[in-house]
């Protein structure tokens, strides 16, 4: 492993937490809670992680996350994932939750925070890393639901610090999800929104302009469009990249075709994220190497990164501009 970019301090916005269960944790879960999947072991379950595209990761994703059912469930699942936090040198971590995965099991959100908010009390304490809670809504879902959650999910605000759109992008527009937005912004929630992963250029136009955010998660195909790379530019709206992910779910055929390196050089707010790491093969280090063996990317370009991640997380100003001054000192 790169020991630069491990204890290069390093800030992880695009992590769904439900995707970063290990083999082991989900199939220690299934047993906890009496669920039957069709892998007999870790290896098994491994073995499925082959996927067509985003969707056929996703039916796989909803079924580990199915295993999950008690507050002491979503404790161990957090826990393990901000201890690997800390080993991969990742100081601050802002997570997204799904609460509609939950609905049908009758999983209410007390319970769900109740697990969550206390790993992440203990995280902070143990590994020194901190980690905010995104509320995620699922968009092949109505947006009706998704409202429904925001309001349910209100007297938990303290504890999460915005909204985020994800699961099968096509063909579920931004558009859709307007109101949700606007009445999250209204009540003092940050917003991004997963939009040009596998969807067209024109959805990130709907996210920037009709949902207000503040990061585009993924965004990579923003390229087929030179006014909307203009735009991001211009504005230097954060995108929240996923190296390895994007060529798992096919987005790109391989590493070397990824786009991040135009992007970036081009002036794009980039950040490097694992989005799914157990399911994708790599935590953030990891994605950072893969794109470094793959392109041209510099010493000074790494910093960079790590740089805009920090930058553009909802860390308080102060706090932001102590860890930059960290990353400018790491050698
Ligand atoms: N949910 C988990 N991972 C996702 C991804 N890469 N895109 C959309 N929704 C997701
Ligand atoms: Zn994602």
Redo the contacts with the bound molecule.
Sequence with gaps: MNTFIQSLPKAEL?S?I??TMEPELILKLADRNKIKLPYSDEDALRRAYQFQD?QS??NL?FMCANTLRKPEDFYDMTLEYLKRCQQDGVIHTEI?V?FQSYRENNIVIEVILEGISAAIKQGAKEYGVTCYIIL?FL?HRPAMEAMQTLDHAAPYFDQIVGVGL????RPYPPHLFKDVYDKAHSLGLKRVA?AG??GPADYVWQALELLGVDRI??GVRCAEDPKLVQRLIETQTPLTV?PL?NVK?RVFPDMASHNVYKLFKAGVNVTINA??PS??GGYVTDNYQAIMDAHPFTKADIIQLAKNGIQASFLPPMQKTAWIRKIEAHR
Excluded: I, M, W
Aim: aromatic share 18%; with cysteine; proline share 0%.
């Design positions: 695009h769904h439900e995707g985003l990761f996703l994703y997204f799904e995620c968009r994800a699961a099968a992008e997963h992963e596998e998660d993924h996923c992910s779910l989005d799914d399911f994708f």
